[in-house]
């Protein structure tokens, strides 16, 4: 009995001694990819407001074609480029440079890269020559109410599918920095695909169309592949300052390959469940009732929800599941469930303050960051009201980010492949029944979209504690409970500055609009950490910490 005393905590401490280093470099790393990464959401957000006051209002068939053309492309980046490409050759290639140095890991990611150019290459072909099938697959109810709509978007589409063999190039690159323990510049690089997006898609736009006019979305295609072979570019510098330089090899008969591959392809579903549910909203939005607008509506809900997932579920994610997979190398160890259960608890701590005040603050952020040019109130209340959907799955789509690899860390790589079939199933379901049967607006096909991802991680979350064992669950419920008594205190403070502050937004002066809604986040997110701090959340102590020893340095 004393013997079974004295081993649980000298566990507890083998964990953490082993996962201590990892966590130093960790917290540091999210600083820097948080920091990163919210340049870039911004400027895509930019992005998107461009489009908006450009292509709105009477426009917004249009601007839904531009939206629904860079689907396929886009999904395409998220499930093979951003998604399982990348997170099966992360989980390789760390594991081959802890175990059998960096000239093994470089010879992997040559191959992968050449593999990569050729295949992406490829498919960029077959997108291209097939753009008209796929268009009419993806938006059914076009195709006799609103042939021209199909049209065009076929015309956009053959533009940007090429697209995907730029950012598949990119995110290998990224792969490998961060495998390396690069994190600035690989978070930095999609900031620069939105700059070069916008600058080049305004300019030839302007050159073919100074009226901004349909033909103009023509430039922002254009700007689109631009910015893509930008991206790629600016992390190149980075890559060679560690050591690699690429030469072409075809040997990809390459037990290294062999085990990407075999990671990669269960991943492609597992891993793009919420991207297809995301196009999934998108085809039978064509379906309802409203035919132009909804695309774009929830188009732009989901890029506000991204602004939020992208700083916290994968920065956290991009930081972790290198270290998860490292330490994976000696099997489900204490330090690796402590690594897990450590980025669960960062994802919980940020996003779900983030969840509600886009739910309930949803109306008045819309409407300050489109509501210009051609944007109608119209608009800003059917993208609100999508908006308020996407909002409630945030915590959910930020948290598969960081359990989901953690999966192919442990080469258990088909449980999440079967986890995401059901999501899909369940999103596809609640779609079906929503459009045609009870004939309900857009607004819902986002609101499946977040009840898959709550079903998702849920099973996932179930798996993980079959396979690997305790998650510290007792830990993380005490966690949840903290969490809870503190966003009910927030969302009263947004629900008060709703009604009286904000009352009547659109009626006041811009400075005063800006001043009042970031009085109104400041306020409630003072709030929501000041409770988390009383009740003696150890991941705000932690923040509160460094962030103290920081300004110390300063």
Request: charged share 15%; aromatic share 10%.
């Amino acid at each position: 009995m004393s013997d079974d005393t004295k081993e649980e905590p000298t566990k507890k401490e083998v964990a953490q001694a082993s996962a201590g280093a990892e966590g130093r470099v960790n917290t540091k790393a999210f600083g820097i990819v948080t920091i990163a990464i919210f340049s870039s959401r911004i400027l895509g957000l930019v992005r998107e407001m461009l489009l908006a006051a450009l292509f709105a209002g009477e426009n917004r068939k249009w601007l839904d074609c531009f939206n629904q053309a860079f689907r396929t492309p886009n999904l395409l980046r998220d499930l093979f480029a951003e998604g399982a490409l990348s997170t099966a050759f992360v989980t390789t290639f760390s594991k081959k440079m802890q175990s059998e140095g960096d000239e093994s890991a470089w010879q992997l990611a040559r191959k992968m890269l050449t593999l990569a150019a050729v295949f992406m290459s490829i498919i960029s072909v077959f997108g291209v020559l097939l753009a008209p099938f796929i268009i009419r697959l993806l938006s059914p109810g076009w195709i006799t109410e609103t042939p021209e709509k199909i049209e065009y978007t076929v015309r956009l589409a053959q533009i940007m599918y090429p697209f995907i063999l730029l950012v598949s190039l990119a995110a290998l690159v990224m792969a490998m920095l961060n495998a390396k323990r690069v994190f600035g510049m690989p978070a930095v690089s999609s900031t620069f695909f939105n700059i070069g997006s916008m600058v080049v898609g305004g300019l030839v736009g302007w050159w073919i169309d100074p009226t901004f006019g349909k033909d103009a979305l023509i430039g922002f295609a254009v700007g689109t592949l631009a910015g893509g072979l930008l991206q790629l570019l600016v992390q190149l510098p980075s890559l060679r300052k560690v050591g690699f330089k690429f030469r072409p090899d075809f040997g990809w008969k390459d037990s290294g390959v062999s085990k990407v591959l075999s990671l990669m392809w269960p991943a492609v579903l597992s891993g793009s469940a919420v991207q297809i549910n995301v196009m999934l909203s998108s085809i039978f939005a064509s379906c309802l009732v409203i035919k132009d607008g909804p695309v774009t509506w929830l188009g732009q809900a989901f890029r506000l929800v991204q602004l939020p997932l992208g700083l916290f579920g994968v920065a956290v994610a991009t930081v972790t599941v290198p270290a998860m997979s490292r330490l994976a190398t000696e099997g489900v160890t204490p330090a690796f469930r402590h690594m897990l259960g450590r980025g669960l608890k960062l994802v919980f701590l940020m996003t779900l303050p983030a969840a509600v005040g886009l739910a309930i603050l949803a109306e008045p952020i819309i409407s300050l960051i489109f509501q210009r040019g051609r944007y109608t109130a119209y608009d800003t209340h059917m993208a609100a009201i999508a908006l308020q959907s996407y909002a409630w799955g945030l915590v959910f789509f930020s948290s598969i980010k960081v359990i989901q690899p953690a999966f192919y860390a442990i080469e258990r790589r088909f449980v999440p492949l079967v986890v995401s079939l059901v999501a899909v199933a369940v999103s596809a379901t609640m779609n079906t029944i929503t459009v045609f049967w009870l004939k309900l607006g857009h607004e819902w096909l986002a609101l499946s979209t977040s009840v898959s991802a709550f079903v998702n991680f849920a099973l996932l979350f179930y798996a993980m504690r079959k396979v690997a064992g305790d998650l510290d669950s007792k830990g993380l419920a005490i966690n949840a409970g903290k969490l809870l008594v503190s966003v009910i205190c927030m969302a009263a403070v947004c629900w008060i500055c709703n009604a009286t502050l904000l009352a009547h937004f659109t009626e006041k002066a811009l400075v005063l609009r800006i001043l009042f809604l970031c009085v109104t986040i400041g306020g409630a997110a003072a709030v929501y950490f000041g409770m988390n701090a009383l009740l003696k959340n150890e991941e705000v102590a932690e923040f509160g910490t460094i962030l103290r020893r920081k300004l110390g340095r300063k």
